[in-house]
């Protein structure tokens, strides 16, 4: 576990917070930036459009938090409402300026996003697998820290093995987080990107992509049984071809067939022949 982790986690949380004694103050918006270590890549649109009409008219009730910088300010908390702000034509908007690392900055990103209900599932596992990474955490020590279950977080950490495809169209939200869970299941790439566009292309249920991954994952295992018993009367037959090779002393092909099957046996002379007659007549 990371050296001080439940100090420095709680203290991150904490951090979060407007107290009483802060000084908060205007800030142009034209000064501000993104948060360079945001996670989130998509940001709701409807939402924006509610919080800018909130703004509109209450204006910005909760000051959002920043570091300054050498061009003017990071946002370190707060991108949702800089974005509304912005969107709403203010010039400034009210701030709390506090003294953050770039590694604070990062991890106080992570945390603050993976806490809001608006992150799409590839967002939250890929907020998970950071913060996991870094402070050396297990998928048990994340889900208790965050109050969420392990299978939970686990199922979550689980989509960052899409393909890329998936996931920008769970992203999106074009594929739903159960969608994508059933997805998860199918080990081929392939087949999963198929399903996938069957999914958005028929309005597939997940019970249905339920079913039709497990229709899929029974037509592999009987074609694994079937290509196991074909190995199995191939080794067979290479077994006695081997054997006739030693006996003959030339090359013996044995061809299968369900009816019948035969047996060609090279030979280069007719000296050659005849000694192979000899070793089959005994």
């Given at each position: 576990m990371a050296k001080g982790l439940g100090k420095g986690l709680?203290?991150?949380?904490?951090?979060?917070?407007?107290?009483?004694?802060?000084?908060?103050?205007?800030?142009?918006?034209?000064?501000?930036?993104?948060?360079?270590?945001?996670?989130?890549?998509?940001?709701?649109?409807?939402?924006?459009?509610?919080?800018?009409?909130?703004?509109?008219?209450?204006?910005?009730?909760?000051?959002?938090?920043?570091?300054?910088?050498?061009?003017?300010?990071?946002?370190?908390?707060?991108?949702?409402?800089?974005?509304?702000?912005?969107?709403?034509?203010?010039?400034?908007?009210?701030?709390?300026?506090?003294?953050?690392?770039?590694?604070?900055?990062?991890?106080?990103?992570?945390?603050?996003?993976?806490?809001?209900?608006?992150?799409?599932?590839?967002?939250?596992?890929?907020?998970?697998?950071?913060?996991?990474?870094?402070?050396?955490?297990?998928?048990?020590?994340?889900?208790?820290?965050?109050?969420?279950s392990r299978p939970l977080v686990a199922n979550y950490l689980r989509l960052l093995n899409l393909p890329s495809k998936i996931k920008e169209n769970v992203s999106r939200g074009t594929i739903s987080m159960g969608h994508a869970k059933a997805l998860v299941s199918v080990e081929d790439a392939k087949v999963q990107l198929w399903l996938a566009e069957e999914v958005m292309k028929k309005g597939l249920s997940v019970r249905k992509l339920e079913e039709l991954v497990q229709e899929v994952q029974q037509k592999k295992n009987q074609q694994k049984q079937q290509s196991k018993k074909k190995g199995t009367k191939d080794l067979y037959y290479k077994t006695i071809e081997e054997k006739l090779r030693e006996k003959l002393g030339t090359s013996v092909l044995i061809k299968p067939g369900k009816k019948k099957g035969k047996i060609e046996i090279e030979y280069f002379s007719d000296g050659d022949l005849e000694r192979i007659i000899e070793i089959i007549e005994g």
């Amino acid at each position: 576990m990371a050296k001080g982790l439940g100090k420095g986690l709680d203290a991150l949380f904490s951090s979060l917070e407007v107290k009483e004694d802060d000084t908060v103050r205007e800030i142009p918006i034209k000064d501000l930036r993104p948060n360079p270590y945001q996670p989130r890549k998509y940001f709701n649109e409807e939402a924006l459009e509610e919080l800018k009409a909130s703004i509109l008219e209450h204006g910005v009730i909760q000051p959002i938090l920043v570091r300054r910088s050498i061009k003017g300010y990071d946002i370190i908390a707060g991108e949702r409402r800089y974005r509304a702000a912005k969107a709403a034509g203010l010039a400034t908007i009210p701030a709390v300026e506090r003294n953050f690392t770039d590694q604070a900055m990062m991890e106080v990103a992570l945390i603050e996003n993976v806490q809001r209900e608006d992150l799409n599932p590839i967002e939250v596992a890929e907020a998970y697998q950071k913060i996991m990474e870094k402070f050396s955490l297990t998928q048990e020590e994340l889900a208790k820290k965050m109050g969420k279950s392990r299978p939970l977080v686990a199922n979550y950490l689980r989509l960052l093995n899409l393909p890329s495809k998936i996931k920008e169209n769970v992203s999106r939200g074009t594929i739903s987080m159960g969608h994508a869970k059933a997805l998860v299941s199918v080990e081929d790439a392939k087949v999963q990107l198929w399903l996938a566009e069957e999914v958005m292309k028929k309005g597939l249920s997940v019970r249905k992509l339920e079913e039709l991954v497990q229709e899929v994952q029974q037509k592999k295992n009987q074609q694994k049984q079937q290509s196991k018993k074909k190995g199995t009367k191939d080794l067979y037959y290479k077994t006695i071809e081997e054997k006739l090779r030693e006996k003959l002393g030339t090359s013996v092909l044995i061809k299968p067939g369900k009816k019948k099957g035969k047996i060609e046996i090279e030979y280069f002379s007719d000296g050659d022949l005849e000694r192979i007659i000899e070793i089959i007549e005994g």
